[in-house]
Nanobody, 124 residues
Framework: QVQLVESGGGSVQAGGSLRLSCEAS????????VAWYRQGPGQEREFVSH???????TYADSFKGRFTVSQNAAKDTVFLQMNNLKPEDAAMYYC??????????????????WGQGTRVTVSS
């Protein structure tokens, strides 16, 4: 069973940086396809960024240039580097996955899995 665990949230001042991590487990030797979402108080959950098992990345327009998604060599941990944080970036940040790719290039799809979230607070 695939599990995702986020970490790295915290409190920063506006203009500061944080790096979030999303560690995936459950399928050995699999490169995980992971998306980041966030949900602010009273707001809908919104898409932030995605990284594929092949390393390809996409971002929602509002995060381009400030946020960077990457993954470690083993492809089981995904990072979200967030720079120049603003008070409006305060939210719970979640990672999500529904597939991974084996070393032989075979994609395994599974029921969408979400992490428990990590909280980011930004003070002005």
């Amino acid at each position: 069973q695939v599990q995702l665990v986020e970490s790295g949230g915290g409190s920063v001042q506006a203009g500061g940086s944080l790096r979030l991590s999303c560690e995936a487990s459950g399928i050995n030797s699999c490169k995980y396809d992971v998306a980041w979402y966030r949900q602010g108080p009273g707001q809908e959950r919104e898409f932030v960024s995605h990284i594929g098992a092949d390393g390809s990345t996409t971002y929602a327009d509002s995060f381009k240039g400030r946020f960077t998604v990457s993954q470690n060599a083993a492809k089981d941990t995904v990072f979200l580097q967030m720079n120049n944080l603003k008070p409006e970036d305060a939210a719970m940040y979640y990672c999500k996955s529904d597939r991974c790719r084996s070393l032989l290039g075979i994609t395994t799809r599974y029921r969408e899995v979400w992490g428990q979230g990590t909280r980011v607070t930004v003070s002005s």
